[in-house]
């Protein structure tokens, strides 16, 4: 198993931002994620330096072998820096709690960063696939393969009653988390938010959205997932999630469609400033940058910035993050630096000669 | 509005839809990153472990959970009162152990107790008694450091055997 060549990370973009998926002028991306443990070890609150390593080794050894077919790269996360940490979960490879916590633990990679398996996270096994769009059905399968392939060599903590054991009653059963990223800009603007949450909330799927000044949300992006992992099949749990996302698509282009008749002015106005913005400023915070690229990324959908590309702005929701601008940069920078580079990225990234990103 | 951790500015208003009623959080800039890291913005809203340990002692009088709280696991160790304080459990067989103190909240996390999904291929069992596999190795561990060489070979011998079990 190859070694993860992080400078080569830093410069490229996953699948799953290339904006190619189903419906991914709404959907941003679909994301399953199981939670397994080995049948003879503590869970990790309870596990010994030694039982850490061992888990670790057993899990990298097992996947090693599996060999070419099972197209991964390694991560020793405990001998990473703190920034190249704070990176892969901005890249969403690993999860913060992940990159935080200490001891023996690591990542293996798929080459197009679809796939990420980490040892010792709060499980001793998190599997995760990330697709671009909405494509929940091509994950399912995806990551019902890789269980199994690990199943092979693997001897999971499995109850006959309770199904996969995990070290939080919360994901017991199915140990599945399937989850939607939809960016949802007309709803916010059109006051709808809240009443969708209201709705979601009712058949227990669980909403997640960041706030900044004046209930705008950060970047418009919502993530919606299952919290019931235990009774019901992963098919299920699947159809739960793929059912109400058609319809919140709908509402959501509705409302698009809604400002674009109702108030093709202010939107242009509106979409156009946030261009305008992005290509001059000379420092700006992550928030504002948010702020604008989903206002951009709304009117690039609606045809009124012909000539940018949505992949080209999913790579700047991405690379505008503070590990990933520092990482590009080869430096180290505290906020006000930052600032100044965020916005010095945007320019040279939206004042291209035909508009568009170049790719570097 | 002032940052609910300190006396910053907020500048963050998180609403968290997990459960049942919203909850608002106002934060700075710095507490924000800092609760969204813990809570994992890429990841689901799991229930915060406090949360988790305080629905175990729902209808429980003060003497049955001071002399719940103070059964402990054979395998890891961990008592209820760990539990219930972290949220988190020590090892699987704790799922066995606590099986009917756990009972009520799975019910409340899942309205269910018993999984209808998939099972392991090659190893499509109850794994239990892998986790005799724990002790045994504290044993060994133990029966090394005392030099008492005759208990540490018996030990082996029996992690082995069940090694052996597991393929
Ligand atoms: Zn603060
Ligand atoms: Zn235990």
Partial sequence: ?360 | MKCQKCDKTATFHITELAGGKPKELHLCEEHARDYLAENETTEEAAEPAETLGQQLAVGQTVEQLAKLDKQACPVCGITFFDFRSKGRLGCSHDYVCFEKELEPLLVNIHGETAHTGKRPKRSPTDTDRLTDLIRLRKDLKTAVQAEDYERASQVRDEIRRLEGDKK
Avoid at chain 1, 185 to 210: E, H, Y
Avoid at chain 1, 231 to 246: I, N, T, Y
Avoid at chain 1, 288 to 314: F, Y
Wanted: aromatic fraction near 6%.
């Fill in chain 1, 1 to 360: 198993m190859a070694a993860v060549d992080l400078e080569e990370l830093v410069r490229s973009t996953g699948e799953w931002l290339r904006g190619s998926g189903p419906e991914s002028d709404v959907v941003m991306s679909s994301r399953i994620r199981l939670a397994r443990n080995l049948a003879d070890y503590p869970f990790i609150s309870r596990a010994s330096p030694a039982d850490r390593t061992e888990i670790e080794k057993t899990l990298r050894e097992g996947i090693r072998k599996l060999g070419e077919a099972f197209h991964v790269s390694y991560l020793d996360v405990s001998k990473l820096e703190g920034l190249d940490r704070q990176f892969l979960v901005e890249r969403q490879l690993i999860s913060r709690e992940h990159a935080d916590s200490e001891g023996a633990r690591g990542v293996a990679i798929d080459d197009n960063e679809q796939v990420s398996l980490m040892i010792n996270e709060e499980d001793h096994l998190r599997i995760q696939v990330l697709k671009s769009g909405f494509d929940l059905a091509a994950a399912w399968e995806k990551i019902n393969a890789i269980d199994d392939q690990i199943e092979s060599f693997a001897t999971y903590a499995f109850h006959e009653r309770l199904g996969y054991l995990t070290a939080c009653p919360t994901n017991v059963g199915t140990g599945m988390r399937v989850s939607v990223m939809l960016h949802l800009p007309a709803l916010v603007i059109t006051r709808q938010i809240d009443k969708l949450f209201r709705s979601l909330q009712k058949i227990s799927l669980a909403v997640r959205g960041l706030y900044g000044e004046g209930s705008q949300a950060m970047g418009d992006f919502y993530q919606i997932s299952n919290q019931i992992t235990l009774g019901r099949s992963e098919e299920e749990l699947v159809k739960q999630v793929s059912e109400v996302v058609p319809s919140i698509i709908d509402y959501e282009r509705k409302a698009r469609e809604y400002l674009v008749r109702e108030s093709k002015q202010n939107l242009h106005d509106r979409v156009s400033r946030a261009y305008g913005i992005l290509r001059t400023a000379q420092t700006i915070s992550s928030e504002e940058t948010m702020h604008l690229l989903s206002s951009v990324r709304m009117g690039v959908n609606l045809g009124l910035i012909p000539e940018l590309q949505i992949p080209t702005l999913n790579q700047l929701f991405i690379h505008t993050q503070p590990a990933h601008l520092q990482k590009l940069s080869g430096s180290e920078l505290d906020t006000a630096d930052r600032n100044i580079e965020r916005a010095r990225y945007l320019r040279a990234h939206l004042n291209t000669e035909d508009g568009a990103a170049d790719k570097n």
